[in-house]
């Protein structure tokens, strides 16, 4: 029996009557964006003392968290799912180690923190340089919880994928391998979301 034809849905109905072969193909599926989420705490884990060992196992720990918690009725597919778990065990794995002192850690995830990627700032990376940078606005927001829903609720799925992963710190690039589309397709819908924040921000101001 060939597993790797089976669908995503097929796998995980097999998973729960224990079937292990329908594991190990799901975790060869996705393990990609295992890599992926680790290349990006890499530095800072070194700085505490973290073997890359030591970090897969937790990537382990987050992915099979994903496994366990995902239900095909969420809005986000396996993998920006399995994406988001990954990070949020790998963020707090850091932040437990670090404490307060975690200074590395936090500016890794400021928007003011320059990629190498880009030699820029990532809040250049996904905005138009101006004063009137929606994202900017957005942190000096005093009620800046209602308005990331409000930003949320007007994204279509796709959008609100590619948003979530982008606040993750991922790249163009690295979104553009989790969900397996072109790096033109990305950076049309991170256009389409800064147009959208752009208009909100605009009605709040004329309201």
């Given amino acids: 029996m060939h597993y790797e034809d089976y669908s995503d849905s097929e796998l995980f109905s097999l998973i729960c009557e224990e ?3 329908a ?14 989420v680790i290349k990006k705490y890499a530095f800072a884990a070194m700085k505490y003392g973290f073997e890359y060992k030591d970090l897969y196992q937790e990537a382990l720990v987050g992915y099979s968290d994903a496994i366990n918690s995902y239900k ?18 790998l963020q707090n794995t850091i932040k437990k180690a670090g404490r307060i002192k975690n200074k590395i850690f936090l500016e890794s995830l400021s928007l003011d923190h320059v990629y190498e990627q880009y030699d820029i ?4 990376v996904i905005s138009d340089n101006s004063s009137n940078d929606p994202l900017i606005n957005i942190m000096k927001d005093e009620e800046m919880d209602e308005l990331l ?12 994928e590619v948003y979530k992963l982008l606040i993750t710190g991922l790249t163009y690039l690295e979104i553009a391998e989790v969900l397996n589309k072109s790096p033109k397709q990305i950076d049309n819908a991170i256009q389409r979301i800064k147009n959208k924040v752009k208009v909100i921000l605009k009605s709040r101001e004329n309201a």
């Fill in 19 to 21: 079937n292990e072969d």
């Fill in 23 to 36: 594991k190990d193909v799901l975790f060869m599926k996705y393990k990609y964006i295992i890599d992926i």
């Fill in 72 to 89: 095909e009725d969420k809005n986000a597919t396996l993998s920006t799912f399995i994406t988001l778990c990954v990070d949020r065990k």
């Fill in 121 to 124: 700032p990532l809040r250049d």
């Fill in 149 to 160: 829903e409000i930003i949320e609720k007007s994204l279509s799925a796709g959008e609100y």
